[in-house]
């Protein structure tokens, strides 16, 4: 049976996984913006951060590291023996800088080992005493200062310090709090961690006023440090920690001047409430989320910061590449007149198939004559007569497959004079896009115009079957229209009433024997034959009034005009792509900070 712990650490490992795969999934993001600049050093900090997650996890189930940070002579080494109730535990005294090493305050040396790997043996003393037993979660440590003349020396130790720790005590003096050097060199340190990670302390606060303390150094400090550090600090506490020591020394005439002191709370907060396993599990989880949060933020804030120019770059690319698409399905459009020619023909074939009746039979048989007349024509226009002639014959074999024959046989001429058409048209964009993209963080080589274009393969092959497809669905769209049940019905009338006429009375006077002269035939079929054809005239002037194929092509024209925003996608190029992906990036971040 696995015991409630247990479960908890492995409930937290789960989530720490899920933590490092969003990092990875950002890295990888990140790995793809090969032109946008910012985003190699955002890289780093993302691996940073997983590597820093992984050092929690692999420490998960040793005790919390909370760590006592702050300038020169603010009073740590004094606050940590205070809370250790041995007066020398760690070097405390007028000469400055006092500490030099890190200070573990452990009851069990092992504990220091994480740190003697990290930092050198000589770096690191471990000291105990019996409150040390006490504290069976949590490993206290006392730092060295990062302000005073051994700034070389003692900045990398605590740096390392910082880096093992789980939670910081950053320690200030009462008198001085706002030292900027400190909160600076903190700052980088400080962003991961957050919330309750980072508990703010006033020290030597017996030697202010009790009311300006209260009123004015505490408010003013809590301001001050959230605005520079960019977090949020749950605790700030205002403590004298010399007055704790078992003999606090106090000069006669300078003891403290009021009792206002938050030294239990802290003692409560790290021997009770983060001294418990499970506050150590839940902790250390919070901080790998902080860290995650804290590289999702700093790729947000990179982000934000080209905002506008990304911004304007998108819409003129957006305007670019709509101009472009209908430059070059104008261009299309324009191209050639056989290309209306097969509109003409396609029109028929399609009306041919809705219409029934001897309307019906004129119509395919009049689409029949228009491939015919499609191979002919081909035939005078194309130095190619062999496989015009054939593509003829077969066309007027295979009836249906003439209609991809038709539709296709000049596909590639025609996506060409569009394709050139849109490179024109993109190049001349491109400068002011490229200086937008520069702008927002961009690698200057985007200027090249080689990447405003592109791939011209699939390129025309998209914009070959968008013109087709809309051309067709605009044919059908008319055909459909001129084959209305009451327009088949009131075209074929006049042919049934004559037929229904003339077949009644072959059939009454073939039944009474009185058989017709042949004139009466003649007659007949004259009357069919010019009824039919001024039928079929009148439905052509029809024809050529909605579906002329000037009237197709321009409707489809104006339909993918009207669609022209749907196409983004055609054009895309490197850049583009990379310049969307930052976009959807800065969407999934905020929606991210949002949820
Ligand atoms: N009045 C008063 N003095 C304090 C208090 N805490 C510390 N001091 C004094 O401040 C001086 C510096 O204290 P330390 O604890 O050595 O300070 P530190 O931050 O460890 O200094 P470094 O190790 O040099 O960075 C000592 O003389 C302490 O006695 C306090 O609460 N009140
Ligand atoms: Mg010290």
Redesign the pocket.
Known sequence: MLSNRQVAALKAFGKIEGYKNDLNLLGSTLDNLTLWMPATALKKQCNEAIRMINDIAERFDRKLVVTLV??????????LNALAGVDDL?A???Q????GNVIVFSSDRQDAEQLVTGLGSDSVEVRSSPAAAILEHVLLI?T??TD?MAYQKHSPLVREAIARSDMLIC?FDSENPKRKDHVDFLAPFIRRFNGASLVGVI?????QDEEELKNWILPDFEKYIQAAWQTTVDRILC?????HLQDPQFDETAGPKHDFDQFEELRELIFDSINRAGYVVDRRLENVRSLRDFVYGEVSHEISGHRSALGTAQQQMRAAEKTCFLDAISAMKNDDTRQLFGVGLMVYQKLSQRWVGPMGWMIAIWARLLIFGAGMAALFRFGRPVSQIMGMISAWRHFKESRAAVADTNNDERVGAGLRTLRLSAMSNWPDIAESLVVGGFDSTVRRVEDALPDSGTFSDQLGEIWSSTLDSEMERLARKLSGMLLQFGLNLPMFTVLGYTGWITVQRFLQGSYLAGNFFMHALWTIGIILLLSFFLFQILVRLVASPERVTTKAFEKLKRQADQFDAITTNPVLAQLETLIELEAMLASRKSA
């Open positions: 702050g300038p020169c002579g603010a009073g740590k080494s004094t606050l760690s405390a005294g007028h400055r800088p006092t500490t006392d060295p200062d005073s320690v020290n030597k606060g017996d030697r403590i004298s920690a010399r007055r």
